[in-house]
């Protein structure tokens, strides 16, 4: 894609759009406009794809069950249309594209859930330097204590 085109792409870009995932337990708040009356219609299903694409081209795939029947719908996630994202829950999956919900019903179809504050927080691995410091000294009075009890 030019140069020209991203630019020009930008200036309807959303400022502020959630970070979507797969996994997602999400509500798209959508703009519906029937005749001269205008309503909001919200889906609520689970993110099974996004498209990274360049600007104003990311899309994600929501995807749920209504009587029985699975729905899916793919959202631009920059479309004037939609009013609001509301991310739910995330579940836990191991995948970038969950296309193997399609054949599961019923109880297979859950999934693992994780609180939403993990998903975006970034794990640091613990500093075991510290903890042997802290260790060491204390070990040292008990060596020098029983070499006192030697001179006595």
């Not at 991203?6 to 005749?35: M, N, W």
């Amino acid at each position: 894609m030019s140069k020209v085109l991203q630019d020009f792409g930008s200036q309807f870009c959303k400022e502020e759009v959630p970070a979507l995932k797969p996994g997602y337990l999400v509500k798209v708040h959508t703009k519906i406009r029937e005749g001269n009356k205008e309503r909001v219609q919200v889906f609520q299903g689970t993110v099974i794809k996004t498209n990274a694409g360049y600007g104003v081209d990311e899309t994600f795939t929501v995807r749920k069950i209504s009587e029985g029947i699975g729905v899916e719908r793919i959202f631009p996630i920059h479309s004037p249309n939609i009013v609001k994202i509301e991310v739910l829950r995330a579940h836990k999956v191991r995948r970038a594209k969950l296309n193997y919900l399609r054949e599961l019903s019923g109880k297979a179809l859950r999934l693992k859930e994780v609180p939403l504050s993990l998903t975006f927080k970034k794990f640091e691995k613990p500093v075991v330097a510290e903890a042997k410091e802290e260790a060491a000294p204390a070990e040292e009075p008990k060596e020098e204590a029983p070499a006192e009890e030697k001179g006595e």
